[in-house]
């Protein structure tokens, strides 16, 4: 149910209430038989939203993680549909979260409220308003550590993975929950069924969860989420950021700092923040083969959601546990947007909640309506564009090797035998990198193509490979893809790119203490001279292996391979390509520049390029998306250098 209206409680819907209570009536939308009502393919809104039962339950978890003593209780709250209390069995849809007391969750960022008992009034985001009324359990689970659970946050690790796997045992009648009295509580109204949701560290715990293949958990929304924490803080030994365990596990513990200092201390010591290197702590956290969780447990079928401009949850989060995914055949389906760190509920609101309605019928309540015979993917073409296709990346791409050249240009032929680019390792913006690409600048290298005869869709990963040398034992190395172009593209820069509305949408039913209506949002759109595409970093040290740094002699040469970000994007007719090859990344990384001067042998060196073609099998630059141009595309003016 769709309504538009102004902020705070409508006065129809207080006119309601009102005129029920006066009546001594059933609101018309109450079901009066326990059973799930489908019609037109989709759950029914037949169960009341004001008469649901809300509770709590403390479900203990197999770990403690503050070593007290005592095995870890996990809070959770529970909304579910009074009918469940008179024989309906319902699935549960879980939220799991370490946000619910500090930061708050969604763009309005709510926080749970309780009742005078500790009873729960206020369940965050649309999920309980909407799906209750259509035959569902909403469960609010605070992660271990966080708000009103016991224990103590440790960055993706055990006690976060397991706290959650307990809640889907306990709708399985595999663990023990209890209530504020401390009695023996079970889940008898639960199909056993579960499916988990949330946007960033919530949909980072679904993954968790799903890679120890728990039963029982059916589907998982990840939106935004993280799949390998050492890939969300590193990248090939280069680290965005010094002691953030500690950092992050503080943010979201609310206890007194004191209590789980010591649990800090330890998580930082064991980072490595010294090497960058991939270590038994990174592990532990690794969703793809890691010690706790591992994608090969998968049971469940996944919906993941992310936005190809996060640099937060950076996009080879996902795209590394996609791949892994359907390597293993796992049902799934997946939406791209456009737009930085932003649920999908705040720049595609009515087809997110449609496609997420249904998806969960099919999973949780065996709706046969076809949702899993439509094209796989969504991907945002541009700021009001969205197309689907069978998978992503696109089904049919070239890989494409670009060639820098000594004359700074970029093209598809090798550089002459013996020609290098030099540049100094200087800490330094993406902005500074990128400004003034005409002229010399000694922290990059720059190269680029001509005009681009026709668009270019790139879909998928570029892998940067280039043989150099140093005269220090290491550098941190950053490539960057650029569309040099004026364009009006989505703004992500500025508010994740979305501007926040005051008028409001309502998805399912309202309480007093409840609200199911929310601010709407408008796409930002700026149109500015280019935009880095794709971005990708390196310790040279690294190249090698994860787990082990290895300082390249001075005046030795070694081949350094690595992939970018992957990105779906397409460059426009008229603009240009350009490839920016510099130290290290300021931007994104607290690394300490080296100060190496790094030489770049370019005739043994390329960009390669994931380009879309017309048919299976078919050129990169082919077709309507194709290149047609000469095998070399030089740059327009014959001062071209390289700089």
Not at 215 to 235: C, D, F, H, K
Request: charged letters at 25%; a negative charge.
């Amino acid at each position: 149910m769709l309504v538009s209206r102004r902020r705070g409680v409508s006065a129809a819907l207080a006119l309601s209430a009102a005129l029920a209570v006066v009546a001594g009536t059933t609101p018309a939308h109450a079901s009066a038989q326990p059973r799930i009502k489908v019609e037109r393919g989709v759950t029914q809104p037949v169960f009341s939203y004001a008469d649901a039962i809300r509770e709590y339950v403390y479900v203990e978890s197999s770990v403690d993680s503050d070593g007290d003593g005592a095995k870890d209780r996990v809070r959770v709250d529970i909304i579910r549909p009074k009918e469940s209390d008179k024989g309906l069995k319902v699935p549960a849809i879980i939220d799991e979260s370490p946000y619910y007391d500090n930061s708050g969750r969604g763009n309005e960022a709510e926080r749970k409220t309780y009742d005078a008992d500790g009873n729960p009034l206020k369940f965050p985001l649309f999920y309980d308003n909407y799906f209750v009324p259509r035959g569902y359990a909403v469960l609010n689970v605070d992660m271990i550590g966080t708000t009103r659970s016991d224990g103590c946050p440790d960055m993706g690790g055990k006690a976060d993975v397991l706290g959650g796997k307990a809640v889907i045992d306990w709708l399985n009648g595999r663990a023990n929950a209890y209530d504020a009295d401390g009695d023996r509580v079970k889940a008898t109204w639960s199909t056993g069924k579960a499916g988990m949701i949330g946007k960033s560290y919530d949909g980072t715990l679904a993954n968790a969860v799903a890679g120890t293949g728990v039963e029982g958990l059916t589907t998982i929304v990840p939106i935004n989420a993280i799949s390998s924490w050492y890939r969300y803080q590193r990248m090939n030994g280069v680290v965005y950021n010094f002691n953030y365990p500690s950092y992050l596990s503080n943010a979201v513990d609310t206890d007194p700092d004191a209590k789980c200092a010591a649990v800090r201390t330890a998580l930082d010591a064991a980072a490595g923040d010294d090497t960058g290197n991939y270590n038994a702590f990174w592990k532990e956290r690794d969703y793809l083969h890691g010690t706790i969780s591992d994608v090969r447990k998968v049971r469940a079928s996944v919906f993941a959601v992310h936005t190809l401009n996060d640099l937060n949850v950076k996009t080879d989060n996902l795209s590394t546990w996609w791949d892994a995914l359907g390597d293993r055949n796992v049902p799934r389906k997946i939406w791209l947007g456009q737009y930085e760190h932003v649920d999908p509920f705040d720049y595609r609101r009515d087809v997110w909640v449609d496609t997420l309605h249904r998806w969960f019928d099919y999973w949780l309540q065996g709706v046969q309506n076809g949702i899993m015979r439509e094209p796989r993917a969504d991907i945002q073409a541009g700021p009001d564009t969205w197309i689907t296709q069978k998978d992503w990346p696109a089904p049919h791409t070239d890989e494409v090797a670009l060639r820098p050249a000594a004359d700074g240009t970029l093209g598809l032929a090798k550089a002459d035998k013996g020609t290098t680019a030099t540049f100094t390792d200087l800490r330094q913006s993406e902005n500074a990198m990128t400004a003034d690409v005409g002229t010399p600048a000694a922290g990059r290298a720059a190269f680029t193509t001509g005009e681009l005869p026709g668009d270019l869709r790139m879909s998928g990963t570029p892998e940067v490979s280039l043989k150099v040398s140093l005269d220090k034992p290491t550098s941190n190395l950053t490539a960057l893809l650029v569309d040099f172009g004026e364009e009006a593209r989505v703004d992500w820069r500025t508010g994740g790119g979305i501007t926040t509305n005051t008028d409001e949408t309502c998805y399912g039913e309202s309480t007093e203490a409840d609200d199911a209506c929310y601010r709407t949002t408008t796409t930002n759109v700026a149109t500015r001279p280019l935009e880095i595409v794709a971005r990708g970093w390196i310790d040279v040290q690294n190249r090698d292996s994860l787990t082990t740094s290895s300082p390249l002699p001075a005046g030795e040469s070694a081949t350094v391979t690595w992939n970018t970000l992957p990105q779906d994007y397409t460059f426009k007719k008229g603009h240009r390509l350009g490839v920016i090859l510099a130290g290290t990344d300021s931007s994104y990384s607290r690394d300490t520049a080296t100060g190496t001067n790094v030489t770049v042998d370019l005739a043994r060196s390329r960009i390669s390029l994931p380009l879309v073609s017309d048919k299976p099998g078919g050129h990169g630059f082919g077709g309507k998306h194709g290149w047609h141009g000469p095998a070399r595309v030089d740059l327009p003016t014959p001062q071209a250098r390289l700089f």
